[in-house]
């Protein structure tokens, strides 16, 4: 009985019958409920595949002169709960390092919110199915680190549709850059 039972088992787990990958786009819009306070839960289950994540970590808007710090940590739940997903907010963002991505082959991320400049890449490897984005503007930055990306889904296009959900609530109004200036022209004289 016990070797039908294994044989049954077995049988079923061979058949090939494949977890379908939801292909659906992350949401356009954020919408609760949130992880971290910030961060669509919706988008991270398309991304990662994972349900009833394990969560840590918040985002701090009084500090760094109010750009705010950071982070999100999202693992699987169960076992070993590797991490799947990491957001971060820095203060002291670098926009030589965006430039250099580009040149590295990175795409170019749209404008997300205005003064902003950012990268986004799947790993080359494709390891993991990992995917990195990365905003800067002014002194603020913005990591998305997908370690863990479903199979079958466009993970670079993931983490840049996730960063046009979060950037505009993480980066505040302290992150701008600071307005350029220019010379007044010389006014006309009379003769």
């Known amino acids: 009985m016990t070797a039908l039972a294994c044989a049954l088992a077995v049988s079923t787990a061979c058949r090939g019958e494949e977890v379908k990958v939801d292909r659906s786009p992350l949401p356009t819009v954020a919408a609760p ?10 988008a991270v289950e398309l991304m990662t595949g994972v349900r009833d994540p394990v ?3 918040y985002f701090d808007f009084t500090t760094a002169s109010g750009i705010g710090i950071g982070n999100c940590v999202i693992r699987r739940p169960g076992g070993d709960r590797p991490v799947v997903l990491v957001i971060d907010l820095t203060p002291g963002g670098y926009v ?3 430039e250099e991505r580009i040149e590295d082959g990175a795409s170019p991320m749209p404008e997300i919110v ?3 400049i950012g990268s986004y890449f799947r790993r080359a490897s494709g390891q993991n199915n990992a995917a990195f984005a990365m905003l800067v503007r002014g002194k603020a930055e913005i990591n998305i680190q997908l370690e863990i990306g ?3 889904r466009d993970n670079a296009a993931d983490v840049l549709a996730l960063m046009k959900l979060i950037a505009p609530k ?13 010379s007044p022209s010389p006014s006309p004289t009379k003769e």
């Open 55 to 57: 969560v840590r970590g």
């Open 150 to 152: 479903v199979a079958g």
């Open 33 to 42: 409920p949130y992880l971290c306070d910030h961060i669509p839960l919706k």
């Open 114 to 116: 205005p003064g902003a």
């Open 96 to 98: 030589g390092e965006i």
């Open 170 to 182: 993480l980066l505040t109004d302290a992150s701008a850059p600071p307005a350029k200036t220019t």
